[in-house]
């Protein structure tokens, strides 16, 4: 976990994503006021915007910032963390150490895990910062949206994980684990509401429960039925979203350390 640590922090990956997260906060902060658009005088509604929690209407809600920092880390840091030991044939000296492949999975997984987390902290730390200054108070769910913004992360890095151990080359599986969680689960998402189908089962519908920590009350689900079409919202339960983020999390994990275990160079 140190060296791998050592490692991020010697890359330009981490940079890369450090100054994507600061540039998508300065542009939620600059931006409104630069058009005339002033900041929201509610704290709520203040953290939603510097979030990128745009929209609250339904499922395919427009959830950006946090969602797409979580996917980028877990395929800059997760992706090709153990096919690239493979492709590089770098494993060749690091799998004759005496040492478990599994537990070499668990330390490179930890420290994906704390670096992807300090750079999902960054960006809520200057989300709260902003609200604190602009509107003198920071709304105590911006914490627990944070904490469920983490078991997120972790659940799809460890996908990511899992798509490492079994995939033959790093470009396919940065690519898989990118469009997984950016584009086909949210289509999914999106198919499924306009079916009047609720995917509590997918994990990015479950992630959208940091988003909606913020509503008084929790929102439950809608049907509105009008002379053109019946719209549906659906709304992830919290403890069932949880459920089905442990899952996904821990049978990815097991999944993933299993097969880096008996994977051959």
């Known amino acids: ?30 931006v409104p006021p630069a ?11 203040f953290a939603l915007h510097m979030l990128g929690f745009l929209g609250t209407g339904s499922t395919v809600s427009a959830s950006i910032s946090v969602p797409l920092l979580s996917v980028l880390s877990a395929t800059f840091f997760g992706a090709d ?23 070499i999975f668990t330390g490179k997984f930890l420290a ?8 999902i902290g960054l ?3 200057i989300a709260a910062a902003s609200v604190q200054i602009v509107d003198g108070s920071v709304p105590m769910t911006i914490g627990v949206s944070y ?12 996908v990511a994980y899992f798509f490492s151990s079994v995939m033959p080359s790093s470009v396919y599986a940065l690519v898989l684990t990118f469009f997984t969680f950016f584009l086909i689960l949210p289509v999914i998402d999106a198919v499924a509401s306009v079916a009047h189908f609720k995917p509590w089962f997918s994990v990015t519908f479950a992630s959208l429960i940091s988003q909606y920590v913020f509503q008084t009350p929790y ?4 049907v509105l039925n009008t002379t053109a079409a019946s719209l549906a919202a659906y709304y992830p ?29």
């Open 112 to 119: 994906s895990a704390l670096v992807s987390a300090a750079t």
């Open 81 to 103: 963390a153990i096919v690239s030991e493979y492709e590089s044939r770098t494993g060749y000296f690091l799998f004759t150490h005496p040492i478990r492949k599994t537990t």
């Open 35 to 45: 058009v005339g658009s002033s900041c929201p005088n509610d704290p709520t509604q």
């Open 219 to 222: 929102p439950s689900d809608t």
């Open 147 to 158: 904490a469920y913004a983490l078991a997120y992360l972790l659940a799809i890095l460890a």
């Open 123 to 125: 960006f809520y730390v």
């Open 237 to 265: 339960a919290v403890q069932l979203s949880l459920a089905v983020i442990a899952t996904y999390f821990v049978v990815a994990f097991a999944a993933g350390a299993f097969l880096t275990q008996r994977r051959e160079m």
């Open 1 to 30: 976990m140190r060296y791998e640590l050592i490692k991020y922090l010697r890359g330009r990956r981490l940079l890369a994503i450090v100054l994507l997260t600061v540039l998508i906060s300065a542009i939620l902060l600059v």
